[in-house]
């Protein structure tokens, strides 16, 4: 694939309004100018931009939308980390992604992350494994609490935290009470044996299921410092694209 910056920048541009026509207005570019731009990116990355459908009022698709924002996060993640480096400092925000569960350890790094790296923002959000992994892979995360590693990929920043348990529990027959990654992967004929199946994204509304109705299912148990037989690894991961001294500091305060 060639570089294509200058393109996708314009296409960044171009989308704001509503149809070629309209973008080659306000984007500096004739119309037959920005149409050959937008059919090298459809070219070069085997995708459709533009609804050609209507000839004259060709709108922009939701792929359009879709590598506009993508491309647009690229840089501002550019320009936050030359701006660390012109002034000599740390990242100043992330973005942290955390299974519920694994709560604790995300607020706890939180903490550190602020008073002893200096870090000035964090957002941090809490998913199901589907949502934190691609989340994580596709590049929206810069740190994340799971169980387990995205992908089939090593990764450069890696700490295992402790550990937790899965308590299999059956006060009941009639639920059969799930995640939506245990969902997806659950054996069809399985969930047949089970009258109901209560399927949910939030630890906490599984637990208080099981709590009010009982049912049949698992539950991780509270996360806890070490390692122990039969149990899944706590890890903290961190992007291919994080600041390296800043993976470091936050290791060094983990570790205090």
């Known amino acids: 694939m060639q570089q294509l910056y200058y ?30 731009i937008i059919a090298k990116i459809e070219d070069e990355l085997k995708i459709v931009l533009l609804d050609r459908s209507a000839k004259r009022k060709s709108g922009w698709t939701a792929v359009a939308f879709q590598l506009s924002e993508i491309f647009e996060k690229s840089i501002r993640r550019l320009e936050t980390e030359l701006q660390g480096i012109s002034n000599n400092q740390m990242v100043g925000e992330l973005h942290i992604g955390t299974l519920e569960g ?8 939180s903490r550190l992350c602020f008073e002893e790296v200096g870090v000035k923002k964090i957002t941090l959000d809490i998913f199901d494994l589907n949502e934190l992994e691609a989340n994580f892979l596709s590049g929206n995360l810069d740190l994340i609490f799971t ?27 009639k639920f059969n009470v799930l995640s939506t990654f245990e969902y997806g992967r659950a054996n069809k004929k399985e969930l047949e044996h089970f009258p109901h199946v209560f399927v949910s994204n939030s630890l906490s509304i599984r637990r208080s299921w099981f709590d009010k109705h009982g049912g049949t299912g698992h539950l991780p148990t509270e996360a806890k410092r070490g390692r122990a037989k039969d149990s899944e690894p706590v890890m903290m991961i961190g992007s291919e694209l994080l600041n390296p001294m800043l993976w470091e500091n936050i290791i060094s305060a983990i570790e205090e």
Do not use: W
């Open 7 to 36: 393109e996708l920048s314009v296409l960044a541009k171009a989308v704001n309004f509503k149809n070629l026509s309209a973008a080659a207005l306000h984007v500096g570019l004739s119309q037959p100018q920005l149409s050959r």
């Open 102 to 109: 694994l709560s604790d350890f995300a607020l706890n790094t």
């Open 147 to 173: 169980s387990k590693q995205p992908g089939r990929q090593k990764f450069k920043y890696l700490m295992e935290l402790g550990f937790q348990k899965l308590e299999h529990i059956e006060s009941s027959k």
